[in-house]
């Protein structure tokens, strides 16, 4: 699986947009880019995934670059509850198996 | 539809002694993942197992710790002669099969954990 690279940490008002970027320049044409977040004492949560299209769903959108080398998790409208860590991963779209490649990811605190 | 459930949530153990980790997959999930987070770390993987096969233990210590996945009942992670530095919380996901617009994509789904403390 290819490498990402996250900026390891995020500061975000309530209420405003949480942009999460991630660098993925090694990702290859059959590689998914999926984004999962761990709130503090929890299991980590799947948050959404694309190929290469911008894809949207009710908890955040995802803007894959059309090089596919970078893509931004977007959270609209940000609040205290969304304080975790953020991982982007990238993944074999069928691999035979499924495990997932976690980094550090980003802490994003989201602060009143 | 219950989510992945993992007992017990907290467990302690004194060097020497096993833990069992016990994780019980979504309804209709045929895959299980363990995971392990060390403090102030990532998760690494651990091992995946289908029904009664271990098909990756890639991650898995080389000694001392197991998995299993039975017909019936709950996927099992034991560790054997517990070690201070196995202290952890150790993570369960299960994911189905399925098709979603063409590809086969997997997603899994975590359960809450179980933090081990090696005293």
């Known amino acids: 699986d290819a490498k990402t690279t996250q900026p390891p940490s995020m500061d975000c008002a309530e209420g405003r947009a949480a942009n999460l970027p991630c660098n993925h320049s090694?990702?290859?044409?059959?590689?998914?880019v999926y984004w999962y977040r761990q709130i503090h004492s929890q299991g980590p949560q799947y948050i959404i995934h694309g190929l290469k299209n911008n894809e949207t769903n009710e908890m955040a959108s995802l803007i894959i670059t059309e090089d596919r080398k970078s893509s931004t998790l977007i959270l609209p409208h940000a609040t205290l509850r969304d304080t975790a860590v953020y991982y982007c991963i990238v993944r074999e779209k069928d691999s035979g198996y499924s495990t997932l490649t976690f980094g550090k990811g980003t802490m994003l605190l989201v602060s009143p | 539809n219950a989510g992945v459930m993992q007992n017990p949530r907290h467990l302690v153990r004194r060097r020497g002694q096993e833990a069992r980790l016990r994780c019980s997959p979504m309804?209709?999930?045929?895959?299980v993942y363990w995971y392990r987070q060390l403090p102030e770390e990532g998760l690494k993987f651990m091992v995946y197992l289908q029904k009664e096969n271990i098909i990756d233990e890639s991650g898995m210590p080389k000694e001392r710790f197991s998995a299993e996945f039975p017909k019936e009942g709950p996927s099992i992670l034991r560790i054997q002669q517990v070690v201070r530095g196995d202290s952890a919380a150790y993570f369960c996901a299960s994911s189905p099969l399925r098709i979603a617009g063409g590809p086969i994509v997997r997603e899994q789904f975590f359960g809450p954990g179980t933090r081990l403390t090696v005293l």
């Open positions: 090694t990702i290859s044409g059959n590689e998914y």
């Open positions: 309804k209709g999930h045929s895959h």
